[in-house]
């Protein structure tokens, strides 16, 4: 092959990297571009000349915001995204983003440059102070313990072959972030480009539960007097929402959904218990756990003596974390809504069953008594000289009633009050607590369906944590019409119920002015949205919400504007 043709056959480092992700599946590649990405930023021109098919590449000014995005479009979607931070320090900022998605199993295909090798004498060496200041001896090493696999890429004609085995195991079962590092003199040289379009060479990898374990498991329930299910991380799929919620009704089995971060079963639906586990755990004598990292608080709940318990979900153990030690008489591996649709199957009806009929009247009379002293909770909420989180929460709800709404919970509107009856209608932030979750998650969700309702609500703290200026920007610049909550109570809540929780009659709980919650003066957060143009409103009245919340309503469906709303909420 001649040189000039060898040329015509090759493309840069970077610009085969950027076009395989396309061909693996990837929409988004969210960029906070540095020194580091004169190779990425050639590589986009390069292809795009050539009429190479590209992921859309956006500006995302901070890392945090771009990892939330992800998160949020792989919510949405099932489909992991690409994230590009500028060497160390981007991917530093990086980090909390990798903490949640590894906690809650959600992929992505996390990237940041690495400073150049060479000081000289090869195209991309160093050429400005930072390329020695930015150098680490295991640059990896900020988000390895939050990845399934890391790598440095070592040659350019790499490129194509480690993205597909990048996205490929990080959308293996059970699901979760990967990182690559990439030496800008690699991504200057050369690549073959002939075949950067071909299908994948590396397949991801996904199981089901054993069939043996599924029959064991259904024998079990069916022959339970007193099962109870605790859900946390939703059902895996829409069919999955459905098949539990055909199970549970036809056995008669209630569901409790503990500290969820995603709803697995209408909040109204008959067998839907609420969050509280007593009195159902204490009572049980068979338990299934779908997916929960922690399905209930050790310290306070206590099974029954012989009650036996089903782990279920990705990876029913949670073998990343080192200390975890729920029982776990029984465990079915694999994808949640394979494992729901598996025991569906196997457990049939149990016909004619005065036994199950009266388990099943029981249970449903005690949730509808759960939800309605929920409902009268918050309506009580509203008689205070501040409103309460709860009443916020039940106006939402009626706000969004019947429409294709999506809501995200940070430390924000509780679950409770509310009425959700669908898969995906409901988030909660990740159990690994990395804040400011709930804002650049809604802004990737709403990229994924611009047609949808997103609500991102948070306490005062957790807006401030979402890096909210550039959030707001990437809202402006990318069209997309969020809806944002702050439930402002000036201080760290969580903190203060924590210090009450442990030390109820302590001196802590005797001050006036408990130390290291407050967040007095308080922000004025309508004006921080209003600097990108969003619409912005302030609450301080129960009776002015519902009006407020028609209007912002109103501001992201029709005229497609961002809105915040700030409302002043009692402690």
């Known amino acids: 092959m001649s040189e000039a043709r060898a040329d015509r056959a090759a493309i840069t480092a970077g610009g085969a990297l950027l076009a395989r992700l396309k061909a693996v599946g990837v929409d988004y590649i969210f960029a906070n571009s540095g020194t580091d990405f004169p190779p990425i930023i050639e590589g986009l021109a390069e292809a795009a000349a050539a009429d190479i098919a590209l992921p859309r590449a956006v500006v995302i000014p901070h890392e945090h915001a771009a990892m939330g995005m992800a998160h949020g479009y792989y919510l949405a979607t099932g489909r992991a995204q690409a994230v590009m931070a500028h060497t160390n320090v981007g991917l530093a900022n990086c980090a909390i983003g990798a903490i949640n998605m590894a906690t809650e199993r959600v992929p992505v295909l996390l990237f940041s440059g690495r400073t150049p090798t060479l000081e000289q004498g090869r195209l991309g060496a160093r050429t400005v102070p930072i390329g020695w200041g930015q150098e680490m001896r295991d640059q990896a090493a900020l988000v390895r313990e939050a990845t399934k696999w890391d790598y440095e890429l070592r040659f350019p004609e790499q490129a194509p072959e480690v993205v597909d085995r990048a996205y490929a195991i990080a959308s293996s079962t059970p699901r979760g972030p990967v990182y690559v590092s990439l030496p800008r003199e690699v991504l200057c040289g050369p690549c073959p480009s002939d075949a950067l379009g071909q299908p994948p ?42 098949a539990l919620a055909s199970l549970v009704e036809c056995w008669g089995i209630p569901v409790v959904q503990y500290w969820v971060t995603e709803i697995a079963l209408a909040t109204d639906h ?10 159902w755990l204490g009572e049980a004598d068979v338990v299934l756990v779908l997916d929960c990292l922690a399905p209930w608080s050790p310290e306070v709940n206590r099974l029954a003596p012989g009650c036996r318990v089903i782990q279920a979900g990705p990876d029913p153990l949670y073998s990343r974390f080192p200390v975890r030690h729920f029982p776990a008489d029984l465990s079915l591996a694999g994808e949640l809504d394979e494992v729901i649709l598996g025991l569906r199957a196997a457990m049939g009806s149990p016909g004619r069953s005065d036994a199950v009929d009266a388990r099943r009247a029981r249970v449903a009379g005690s949730a509808e008594q759960i939800r309605v002293a929920a409902r009268l909770a918050a309506e009580r909420g509203r008689e205070g000289e501040l409103m ?22 940070e430390l924000g509107c509780p679950m409770e ?17 990395g804040l400011g979750w709930s804002a650049p ?5 709403q990229l994924a369906q611009p047609g949808r309702i997103i609500v991102a609500t948070m306490g005062d703290g957790s807006y401030m944590f979402a890096n909210p200026v550039a959030c707001h920007q990437i809202a402006e610049a990318l069209d997309l019409p969020v809806l944002m909550l702050v439930l402002n109570n000036h201080e760290w809540g969580a903190v203060r119920k924590s210090v009450l929780g442990t030390y109820p009659d302590g001196y802590a709980s005797r001050v006036n002015r408990m130390p290291l919650v407050s967040l007095d003066p308080a922000p004025d957060f309508t004006q921080v949205a209003a600097a990108s143009r969003a619409w912005t409103a302030k609450v301080e009245s129960a009776a002015e919400l519902p009006g407020v919340l028609a209007a912002a309503i109103e501001q992201v469906t029709s005229v497609r504007r961002q809105a915040l709303v700030e409302i002043r909420v009692a402690p």
Do not use: N
Request: charged share 15%.
């Open 270 to 279: 008959p067998m839907a218990v609420g969050s509280e586990p007593e009195p």
């Open 388 to 409: 309460t989180k709860a009443w916020v929460s039940l106006c939402l709800s009626r706000a969004i009633e019947g429409r294709d709404a999506t809501v995200l919970s």
């Open 441 to 445: 998650c809604a802004l990737g969700m």
């Open 417 to 433: 009050p509310m009425t959700l009856r669908t898969a995906g209608s409901w988030y909660q932030e990740p159990h690994s607590g």
């Open 201 to 242: 060479r590396a397949a991801a990898v996904g199981f089901a539960p054993l069939a043996a374990a599924l029959r064991q498991a259904a024998e079990w329930l069916a022959g339970a007097k007193r099962p109870v299910i605790v859900s946390q991380r939703g059902a895996g799929s829409p069919e999955g929402f459905a």
